[in-house]
């Protein structure tokens, strides 16, 4: 990696929202949502919020704490809001939220899915890339930014607790 400083970014530079309308083919055996239908929206969602703070291509390194809190039906329409929420030297965490307005009730939206995604900015070799840094410009997003660290240090500490476990066995 170089030695560039790129400053920072407010999360308002990057912050994307999507909306689709769930059709039947992403439907479950249950006739709900599939699961792996919101993570791939909430994915989505987080890559292109990722590659706008970064100015570039941004790989997804980590998915984490995704809670499915109430099912998602067909003709619902899901929207997904996503914003930056702590930017390292080439690693950021998304945060995703994922709001659902019932076909039958649009003006009650529902708060369906959370998520915490890792996404490390990478070069054109697919290495990792220094990426602008955070500016915080609300007390939430100064919140957002402060509990991020605590489950980077989390990742960061059950990764190394792992693989020094594996070094003893
Ligand atoms: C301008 C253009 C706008 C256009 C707008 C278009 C919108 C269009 C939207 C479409 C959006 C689609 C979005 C889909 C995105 C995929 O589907 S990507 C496909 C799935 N993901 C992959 O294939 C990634 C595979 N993994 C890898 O390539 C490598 O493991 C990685 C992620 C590059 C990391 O490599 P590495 O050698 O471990 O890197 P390393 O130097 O050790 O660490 C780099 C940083 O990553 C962090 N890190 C690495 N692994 C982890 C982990 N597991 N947990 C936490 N942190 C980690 C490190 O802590 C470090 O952080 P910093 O201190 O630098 O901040």
């Known amino acids: 990696m170089n030695e560039l400083h790129l400053g920072t970014l407010p999360a308002s530079y990057s912050r994307v929202e999507l909306a689709m309308v769930m059709e039947r083919t992403r439907a479950n055996l249950h006739g709900n949502v599939h ?15 990722a ?15 995704m809670a499915f809190l109430r099912p998602v039906h067909v003709g619902d329409i899901l929207r997904t809001f996503a914003q930056v929420n702590w930017a390292g030297s080439s690693s950021m965490e998304i945060g995703v939220r994922v709001e659902a307005e019932p076909w039958d009730d649009p003006s009650t939206p529902l708060h369906v899915a959370s998520a915490y995604l890792v996404f490390v900015a990478v070069d054109g070799n697919g290495r990792a890339r220094k990426i602008p840094g955070l500016g915080p410009e609300t007390p939430d997003e100064v919140r957002r930014q402060r509990e991020a660290e605590i489950r980077r240090a989390h990742r960061l500490s059950a990764k190394a607790e792992i693989l020094k476990s594996r070094d003893g066995s």
Not at 51 to 65: F, I, K, N, P
Request: aromatic residues 0%; glycine residues 16%; proline residues 0%.
């Open 35 to 49: 699961g792996g239908e919101i993570m791939k929206l909430v994915d989505s969602t987080a890559g292109a919020v």
């Open 51 to 65: 590659q706008r703070h970064s100015g570039g291509l941004a790989v997804t390194a980590a998915m984490d704490e």
